[in-house]
Nanobody
Framework: QVQLLETGGGLVHAGESLRLSCVVSGSIFRIENMGWYRQSPEKQRELVAT???????NYADSVKGRFTISRDSAKKTVHLQMNSLNPEDTADYHC??????????????WGQGTQVSVSS
């Protein structure tokens, strides 16, 4: 079984920063893409940022220039550095990973989420 555990959420004021981390554990052969998604009661789940095993990144337009995704493949960890936060960033942030559990089997996994709240 594979598990994703997110940490780093919290309550901050507008303009401040937070760093989210997600550790992947369990039966892992290889991790492909990793990413962060967010969901709030007012919006559907949306992509925040993704990073491939080769380090290529993709960001939602709303976070470009403010958020940075990175990964430490040796530690099976993905980070999301969030700067210049604003109230519109308030949401539950979920880690996502495409994990090969064997040389022939892969599956998409999700973390339980970590809450980010930004006050104005």
């Amino acid at each position: 079984q594979v598990q994703l555990l997110e940490t780093g959420g919290g309550l901050v004021h507008a303009g401040e920063s937070l760093r989210l981390s997600c550790v992947v554990s369990g039966s892992i052969f290889r991790i492909e893409n990793m990413g962060w998604y967010r969901q709030s009661p007012e919006k559907q789940r949306e992509l925040v940022a993704t990073i491939t095993s080769g380090g290529s990144t993709n960001y939602a337009d709303s976070v470009k220039g403010r958020f940075t995704i990175s990964r430490d493949s040796a530690k099976k960890t993905v980070h999301l550095q969030m700067n210049s936060l604003n109230p519109e960033d308030t949401a539950d942030y979920h880690c996502n990973a495409i994990v090969w559990t064997t040389a022939r089997e892969f599956k998409e996994y999700w973390g339980q989420g970590t809450q980010v709240s930004v006050s104005s």
